[in-house]
């Protein structure tokens, strides 16, 4: 019991951790320019595309430096020549276009790399057990990961808060007009502001690639997740994304590494019903099955209840 | 007006009667009320949703099962009301869901939406025995007791009664636009803040057109059942929420016939050009993304953008800027389309229009890349021209005596 416990929180911390390094790059353009990017897994997926193309010519730690600077670089097009004319349409408009996005990707990559599953694998250098518990190996890649997602956290947190940029950034968020008198220009710190978050969904595609697969629904995959976390964690606040994304790595870990289900419930309250009833779909459910939901059930029930998230600021 | 649309809705498999024309028809009948519908919450209501399908997908699985049970006699009715089954269904789901979703418009309503469609998604793979798993159900449509002698064997006796429901929606959600409840909905779009003031509630208003939205679509929903007399779980997830975006608003959201014109378009590009490339995805993604950018309110937009020159008899002066523009970039279109399906393409020899190209020779290579990049740069050239002509013709000469 323990020793499934131990691994579920393991699996749970690399999972959240994972879907941190995506929500991260979200939030940050968020909080910033006020627009939720539909696009944003597309651009982890792009990440991971472009470390694979490359990690077959240089090696993985090539890839790990460049596929996140070209996914930035295109991210920054992206919203020079696209978000920004569409800003004028309204917000609407904007999640459109990002929505746009997600599809035309999607079927780009298809076109240059094709539909089929890519074989991206992780870096020798990391092929060994970090330490074994319980006689089951703990893969050093796993910690890898960890360490980048922490670094990334800490790294950003104190950039936004801290330094001058993050003043600057700051400043540009609530008095654009101020800043721009100061001599700063806003327009291209969003577009870098833009850059930096699509570049920080490219490690997560980077590093995310050879454990989920790189394949053409990935971004799919994951791309409503990060939504339910950003959204769970506060629209914009860089600490709710982190612990909502550690919050639903958990729940997904528990949940399936739990094997409860209804009928343990109805078990315990004495009740007994027919196998052939209507609802026998209802009887049989059990935790493992409804884990893929619980983060969509969350979602509405925080968007019910507490709109602002976790840490959310209070509305104007 | 709508005897025309009637008239057309009636004549078209007159014109047009192989089988895959009908069944383009149909899909498009399907298509029309789907959009409709969906431009009903955003065009009119201004709620961004991202899980529509719901709706169409609940509607369409519940018509499914009162097909199964006509069948199976355990229900006597004839299936021309098989679209009110899914119409009641879509109703009771949205009164359901919007009873909390729609409190706020914008952002939060659209992830809202996104996280029901995510959970009606995954749960419907869940419940085996309502939902048929990943197989979906299926039922048959020919049991019912027979309408004036018809049994809908054929999809053309399916195209007929499409078309009467078709036309019954659509009436009657062009009426509703011009309720008192169709007006608020804009009104509440447009500034949900006045419209309190004025002493209206934003939510409720919000939720009639959402539980109206919800019932339309489930008429699509079972209008879909009946043509297809299966339904699986892919009619209510996002794929099919996206598409019915894409719909509305490449036809224009907020002009009531731009759905209409979006639904057309998207499903001869799904029937039609998939026959001739398989990248035809590619394509609807791009002429999505450039609507977005240059079209905002679509193609209804984009011809109702000359009803300033055409009321003033000018419109003809702008037919010879529009050609000469028009060429360069039908030619620049046509030159990428010709390099993105050359890089695609395994064959030697590729067909493309009435040319054969060589996708391997550099020579094919270099010229495609010079039509496109010097019919791009008269493009450049040409469009101030245009421009100039376009401000010429819609700026009304000031009379000069002001009183």
Redesign the interface.
Known sequence: MLEVFIFATLNGLVTGLLLFMLASGLTLIFSMMGI?NFAHASFYMLGAYFAYSISLYFGFWTGLIFAPLIVGVLGALVERY?LR??HQ?G???E???T???A??I???V??FWGPDTKNYQSPDLLDFPLFTLFGQEFPAYRGFMIGISVTIFIGLYYLLTRSRIGIIIQAAITHPHTVANLGHNVPFIFMTVFGVGTALAGIAGVIAGPILTTFPGMA?VLG?IV??IV?IGG?GSLVGAFLASLLIGLLQSYAIASDVGVQDLLNLLGLEFDRNH?????WT?TLP??A??LP??L??LV??FR?TGLMGKREQ | MWICYLLVLLALPQFFDSILAISIFNQMAIAIVFALSYNMLLGQGGMLSFGHAVYFGLGGFLAVHALIMIESETMYFSIIYIPLVGAFFGLLAALFIGSFSTHKAGTVFAMISLGIGELVAASSLIFDSFFGGEAGVSGDRTFGPPVFGVEFFQDVEIYYLAAAWVFIATLFMYLFTQTPAGRMANAVRDNPERAEFVGYSARKIRYISFCASGFFAGIAGGLFALNYEFITEENLNAVTSGRVLLMAYIGGLGYFIGPIIGAVILTLMNSLLSNYSELWMLYLGIMFVLTVLFLPRGFAGFIMMHQIAWARGKLSSLVIPYLITGIPSLLFLMACVAMIEMSHTEEEAFHYLWMELNPSGIATWLITLFIACSSFYAVRLLLPQLNDTWDEVNTIPEKGNHE
């Open positions: 939720l696209g004319r569409v349409f917000h609407v408009a999640l459109v276009f929505f746009g996005m599809f035309l999607e079927e780009a298809q076109l799919v409503s939504f339910v959204v629209l209507p609802l026998t779909d209802l459910l099955q409804i893929p939901i969509f059930l979602l509405v968007l019910i709109p």
